[in-house]
Structure formats: C-alpha cells, structure tokens
Nanobody, 125 residues
C-alpha cells in the first residue's frame, strides 16, 4: 500500500526558504511515472507547483519558476521541494502526489491518484 507523508512546512517571513520532504512507503520512488507537489489555499482550488517524471524531466508552474527545485532522493525514498524567495501568496497547504503508468506529464491534480495529508506553509509579510 502506497503512503505519502509530507514534512518540512512551517512559518517564515517573506523572502525566506523552506525545504519540503515527502516520505514514500510501499514502493520505491523510482517506480512512479510522475511525482508532484501541489498546494491549496483556503477558498481556492488545488494547483500544481512542480512535477518530476521518471525519465528525469521536470515541470514547474509559472508562478514558481526560478524559486523552487523538485528532486527525488532514491536512497531516502523521498520527493523533495526546495522553495526560495517565498511570498505571502505562497501561503497554503502543500501536498505531494504520485502516479504509476504512462499518460500525460502534467500538473493536473486529477492525474495523480496517490496523495499525502499535506504540510502547512505560512509566509508573513
């Protein structure tokens, strides 16, 4: 049974940085076709932040380009998200997600069947 558990969230001031980590159990991180980070702020829809595909390609949302790096650690079996230059509008619950098989490489939440419970990121001005 695949389980995803996020950690690393917290409260920072604008311009600060955080490193989120998603511990994966039930399968090696390299067996997933695509892995991603998403976020959801109160009253807003869940949106994709960054995604990584098994062949190594990466995808970033326009609003995060240049400020985040997604990576996987096969030794630790984690999916990580380094976030720099955080802004108050980045305040949200952040989720990691995973999917097997082929299909599109996307930042669409519906393309990911496995989800963690989320970790809160709060950025103050």
């Amino acid at each position: 049974q695949v389980q995803l558990v996020e950690s690393g969230g917290g409260s920072v001031q604008a311009g600060g940085l955080l490193r989120l980590s998603c511990a994966i159990s039930g399968a090696p991180v390299g067996t997933f076709y695509r892995l991603g980070w998403f976020r959801q702020a109160p009253g807003k829809e869940r949106e994709g932040v960054a995604a990584l595909r098994s062949v190594g390609s990466k995808m970033y949302a326009d609003f995060m380009k240049g400020r985040v790096i997604i990576s996987e650690d096969k030794a630790k079996n984690t999916l990580d998200l380094q976030m720099n230059g955080l802004l108050p509008e980045d305040t949200a619950m952040y989720y990691c997600a995973a999917a097997y098989g082929g299909g599109y490489f996307s930042l669409r939440a519906g393309d990911y069947p496995y989800w963690g419970q989320g970790t809160q990121v709060t950025v103050s001005s």
